[in-house]
């Protein structure tokens, strides 16, 4: 039986391996430059106009929470562990060089955001109890017709799966154990009490609903984002002779072939899928989460919230991640043996390199302060993702049920930090994988009417600012 079950997880494993490969990295960053082009680079040009969206509220709209509450809990939910253990596993394989492309992947997942906001406002549907939601089951069943449910049940289905936090509460009960206590004290009763503690205080935000989790994440969110760009700072500021040369390692090993690799173009390319596809995989752009959180938003102007979800990837996968980059690139030339040898290395094993990297920066207390930072990142993730699992309940079995979801999520983070559940994260990678899927399609459906909009509003946008110059110019 034994050897059954060893072959069944080596072959999710496999699967997994698969699908979270170059199809997910195709469709997501192809997907994205094609948004992009699409959209006339409006990342780029209205990114100014995004953050005066922020300061907008619509109190009448149908929805739940406001645009910044509906961002702080999509940046919440992307903000994780991927945004420290992803970079450094990025930089061990395809050196500094990732970095860049994962710059340039971040503005192509921010015009993949952007039409995701949008369309989640345009196609808002009701749940069981007649309520108006938002979210890809309901841009589907809304915006493509009803015929189309089977795909909204597809997605939900996967996304009840996919957003289960195993791997955060595993991952952040392996970090305290290795970091505070021996291997003979590593044993099951530690580790059962330890992920009782994550579930208590996870259960004390989640079961207030989606108006506690957007609270608690408007106030979370700005707080560990300035507190780690304070930590870097002065790991910058400590270090400042290094800087210079970061960069330039960013920059020139972006289209420079590295040994490890291979020579020639194939290096270069290697390089650049590894730093795409971290970012991809880090701000969640085009999965189809983003879409429920900002689909509960009050807003009446569908491309207002759109340029609002927008600035997610910025965030995450653009400021965070560059942190996190810059602190550990700073760290391994200050202690060239910290950077692990050979490319497999997994997300604890990563997180690893971060923390020796901040303690060569910052000599002893510097892995301790990485890991307050952990532990913030790790909770607002499962803080929004308990939301998307209610969403997906909601829609599949009427909302009465979802309170039962939220119950299960919270045994499953216990469970998650007993035992070793790698057969269980793959499968619950590739769930969140094949939510993709039909959220990029429905994208890619939906993207002239999007569009459309898109060319409304900003008209209007830009009436509006002449009839303001003409009054300014009367009134003078």
């Excluded at 400021?319 to 040898?341: E, H, K, N």
């Amino acid at each position: 039986m034994s050897n059954f079950w060893n072959a069944l997880g080596n072959g999710i494993t496999v699967v997994s391996d698969f699908i979270c490969g170059y199809p997910l990295f195709f469709l997501l960053i192809g997907g994205g430059f094609f948004f992009l082009f699409y959209s006339r680079f409006t990342p780029l040009r209205r990114y100014g106009r995004a953050i005066q969206a922020l300061r907008v509220k619509d109190e009448k709209a149908d929805g739940q929470i406001s645009s910044f509450e509906a961002l702080s809990s999509a940046i919440a939910a992307t903000v994780g562990m991927g945004n420290i253990a992803g970079v450094a596993i990025a930089i061990s394989v395809g050196g500094a060089g990732a970095i860049f492309w994962m710059w340039i992947s971040s503005i192509a997942g921010m015009a993949t955001k952007f039409f995701e906001g949008t369309l989640a406002v345009m196609f808002k549907g009701k749940d069981s109890a007649g309520e108006t939601q938002g979210g890809t089951m309901y841009m589907i069943t809304t915006g493509l017709g009803p015929k189309w449910k089977p795909l909204a049940v597809f997605f939900s289905i996967f996304g009840l799966i996919g957003t289960l936090c195993i791997m955060q509460s595993n991952q952040l009960t392996e970090s305290v154990t290795s970091l505070f206590f021996t291997p003979e004290q590593n044993t099951l009763l530690l580790r059962f009490i330890i992920g009782v503690i994550i579930t208590v205080i996870v259960a004390g935000v989640i079961i207030g609903g989606i108006k506690r989790i957007s609270k608690v994440s408007t106030k979370l969110v700005p707080l560990m984002v300035g507190l780690y760009l304070l930590l870097v700072l002065f790991i910058i500021i400590r270090h400042i002779g290094h800087v210079p040369g970061v960069f330039k390692d960013i920059i020139t090993g972006a289209f420079t072939p590295r040994g490890a690799l291979g020579g020639g173009i194939g290096s270069i390319i290697m390089i650049a899928l590894t730093g795409v596809r971290r970012a991809a995989l880090v701000n969640e752009a085009g999965v189809g989460t983003a879409s429920m959180m900002h689909g509960a938003s009050k807003n009446n102007e569908p491309v207002r919230e759109g340029l609002v979800a927008m600035i997610g990837p910025s965030i995450d996968s653009g400021l965070v991640c560059t942190l996190t980059a810059i602190a550990v690139l700073i760290g391994v030339r200050i202690d060239p043996s910290i950077m692990p040898a050979g490319s497999g290395m997994s997300s604890m094993e990563g997180l690893k390199f971060a923390i020796n990297a901040f303690n060569a920066s910052i000599p002893v207390v510097g892995g301790y302060l990485l890991f307050v930072m952990v532990l913030m990142f790790a909770f607002s993730t499962m803080f929004s993702y308990s939301y998307y699992g209610q969403k997906c309940t909601g829609f599949l079995f009427g909302t009465q049920y979802s309170k039962y979801y939220n119950i299960f999520f919270l045994i499953m983070l216990i469970v998650s930090a007993m035992i070793p559940l790698k057969a269980a994260v793959s499968l619950i990678d590739t769930a969140y994988a094949l939510m993709a899927f039909p959220t990029m399609f429905t994208l890619f459906m939906l993207a002239p009417k999007a569009k459309k909009e898109m060319k409304i509003y900003f008209a209007a946008n830009k009436e509006e600012k002449k009839k303001k110059v003409k009054q300014s110019i009367k009134t003078k």
